[in-house]
């Protein structure tokens, strides 16, 4: 590939390797965007049997999740096959090769008042590796105050204790087996925080082990987000003692543990050459 072909600059290369995460402007049209309004819409319209309200009743507002939709919604395999998204994923990951992992839809409607909270992805995730990134795609407009915030360089660091995003329950490590998480929020100034007011076609890129959270949203202010994940080179099957998020049953079945996710259900999405 060329460097005029290229659609990731060096600099931005440069700062995802150190920082675990950045936002690349302009990204998807305004026609993608539109079919993601389009695909995010029936899916709304008719969940899927991995739908969580995240959101608790008392909340005045609502916030929904969904995975793994890709091969029931025409809209998102169009984006994840026929966009620019998955050579932005090789070129960030210096990959050859680009699967595509799974979908996550995240809706929290005006005047949602739960916080995501301060985590990494990887734990809850059955692979291993570095050559990932998780690319977080808002159809809407976002202000800074209700944007998706990274703490850079936590993807070279350790896991972090993976905790229930309601109780904040640790169910699937012993106490003391891995750290616990700093006090982001006592001290925000402490940390290197990175978030950016985003425009419909705009997309933040982080490692699955950088940590993030993002606050509600307020007033008559919507953020709908598609968030499509994708594995590149070393990434490997790692089946966990432990549910992952989302589950794929039967895959320890079919894929040995340490093995590359070569399967239907993680297709080759950009290859070079």
């Known amino acids: 590939m060329s460097a005029t072909s290229m659609i990731v600059s060096d600099l931005d290369r440069a700062r995802y390797a150190t920082d675990g995460a950045i936002c690349l402007r302009g990204l998807f049209t305004a026609d993608e965007v539109a079919l993601m309004k389009q695909g995010i819409e029936r899916n709304l319209a008719d969940p899927g049997p991995l739908a969580i309200v995240a959101s608790k009743p008392e909340d005045p507002g609502f916030f929904i999740e969904d995975f793994c939709n890709w091969q029931r919604f025409s809209e998102y395999e169009t984006i994840i096959r026929h966009s620019k998204v998955a050579q932005a994923a090789a070129e960030l990951t210096c990959s050859q090769t680009v699967r595509f992992f799974h979908d996550h839809l995240l809706v929290k409607e005006p005047r949602t008042a739960q916080r995501t909270p301060w985590h990494q992805d990887q734990p ?150």
Not at 137 to 144: A, L, Q
Not at 147 to 174: C, N, V
Not at 199 to 204: C, I, L, S, T
């Open 124 to 273: 809850y995730y059955n692979v291993e590796g570095r050559q990932n990134v998780s690319v977080w795609i808002p159809v809407d407009p976002v202000p800074k105050a209700s944007s998706l915030e990274m703490i850079a360089g936590t993807h070279l660091g350790p896991w972090y204790m993976p905790r229930s995003f309601k109780d904040q329950q640790a169910k699937w490590f012993q106490p003391g087996e891995l750290q616990d998480l700093p006090d982001i929020a006592s001290n925000p100034d402490a940390f290197p925080i990175l978030s950016w007011a985003l425009e419909p076609g705009d997309a933040v890129c982080f490692n699955m082990l950088t940590l993030h959270g993002s606050a509600g949203v307020s007033g008559s202010h919507r953020r709908r987000v598609l968030s499509l994940r994708f594995l590149g080179d070393d990434m490997r099957h790692a089946p966990r003692r432990w549910a992952t998020s989302p589950d794929f049953p039967g895959l320890t079945h079919e894929l040995a543990a340490g093995a590359p996710m070569d399967h239907p259900l993680f297709p080759v999405v950009w290859s070079q050459g």
